[in-house]
């Protein structure tokens, strides 16, 4: 079904692009002169074992007690220390993966694109447990207290037991007609579950019964065409001590007390790369590709930098005194927090960047969509 309306959505796309001799895709916006004032020293390198560019996956690598645990979608997983990239540990699985890894709890959990969830044992790489969904899965799935939670392409959240992979709960939510392709993955904290949907809801869920405590409606479906409704909560939400901030498309970006479910500020900023953040300030990435930091307790502006248009930008990243985000040609932009101006660029390879690097302390991870691997550190000059 949900196959159908991706493709009735590339339809439309096609017929449009088709009706027209002239291209009117928005060219990316050309590199500013840099002289940087940054210097970045490349820690190590590494390598997924295989392309990660599928269907618009969301491989994300995961950081679990000092490794580096990354996903490919041919079904290789590898394993790597975090001090010097070197591999530790590799295993291949007889399903592609779409969805994770997510590790906890001695195991490592993915998910597929026939909606299959499997679990590993974290130590030995030794099949646990295997359940059928109801439909894709694109999210990474989480684990907490015996609990593991996966979110489907059509709008359900999973409760699965972590021991033997029983279904313990099932939370469903009503999906639009078009959507973008992709999911957010849930937040897991303490005994709730955060979770944004593509109707461009937060829902709360009580972790061991799937029970709802509260949910809130961050956009609203306006317009006469199913494109102009699209509401979709494709990034995932942000929790930071009893703050939670979601960002949707075409829909605003807001922070909520989560013990409440209380609205604290919301702004007109659609997004569907996503969001980030440090102890003063929420950094946003947009859908025409500006990067934003607001204030994190009122929402104000602090800045906008605008000359990354349309480069198709990655969620920012706060690291030390600066803020990193990832583009299509393969380049890690670093800003300074304060005024978002631009200190140096690095790149990877010419390959995409589409998911966010990650941060350990003084330590920047990404990675491409070829799989390559790089650790960067900062030094100011």
């Known amino acids: 079904m949900f196959t159908r309306f991706f493709l009735l959505l590339c339809s439309l796309i096609l017929l449009v692009s088709c009706s027209t001799s002239k291209d009117n895709t928005e060219p990316p916006a050309p590199l500013v002169k840099l002289t940087p004032t940054l210097t970045l020293k490349t820690l190590w390198t590494a390598n997924t074992g295989a392309d990660v560019d599928k269907d618009f996956l969301k491989l994300i690598p995961t950081i679990y007690e000092n ?51 499997v679990a590993l044992s974290e130590k030995d790489g030794t099949e646990l447990w295997r359940i059928q969904l109801s439909s894709e899965i694109l999210a990474v799935p989480r684990i907490n207290q015996g609990v593991v939670v996966v979110r489907t392409l059509d709008g359900k959240l999973f409760g699965i037991d972590s021991k033997n992979g029983n279904r313990l709960w099932v939370y469903e939510s009503r999906v639009p007609l078009l959507t973008l392709r992709g999911t957010s993955s849930p937040i897991l904290y303490q005994d709730f579950i955060f979770a944004g949907f593509d109707n461009g809801k937060i829902v709360v869920l009580e972790l061991d019964t799937g029970k709802v405590r509260w949910e809130y409606a961050v ?97 920012p990243v706060s690291i030390g005194d600066y803020v990193v985000v990832g583009d299509f040609e393969g380049y890690l932009h670093w800003m300074r927090r304060d005024d978002g101006q631009f200190l140096t660029r690095y790149q990877i390879d010419k390959a995409s960047i589409k998911m966010p690097p990650l941060v350990v302390n003084d330590m920047l991870i990404a990675y491409n969509i070829e799989g390559k691997i790089v650790a960067l550190q900062p030094e100011s000059k």
Request: glycine share 10%.
């Open 67 to 117: 490794q580096l645990y990354t996903a490919s979608s041919a079904g290789h997983l590898r394993i790597f220390n975090l001090t010097d990239g070197k591999l530790i540990r590799e295993y291949k699985i007889d399903i592609s993966i779409s969805g994770g890894p997510g590790v906890g709890e001695e195991l490592i959990l993915v998910g597929s694109p026939k909606g299959e969830v």
């Open 219 to 315: 956009a609203v479906a306006r317009g006469r065409t199913e494109l102009e409704r699209m509401v979709d909560i494709d990034a995932d939400p942000l929790l930071i001590n009893d703050m939670l901030y979601v960002t949707s498309y075409q829909g605003p970006t807001i922070a909520i007390d989560m013990r409440k479910g209380k609205l604290l500020w919301k702004k007109k900023l659609s997004s569907y790369a996503g969001i980030g953040a440090d102890y003063d300030y929420l950094y946003v990435s947009d859908t025409q590709g500006h990067l934003w930091a607001l204030d994190r307790y009122s929402g104000k502006d602090w800045w906008k930098q605008e000359k990354l248009q349309a480069r198709h930008l990655t969620a």
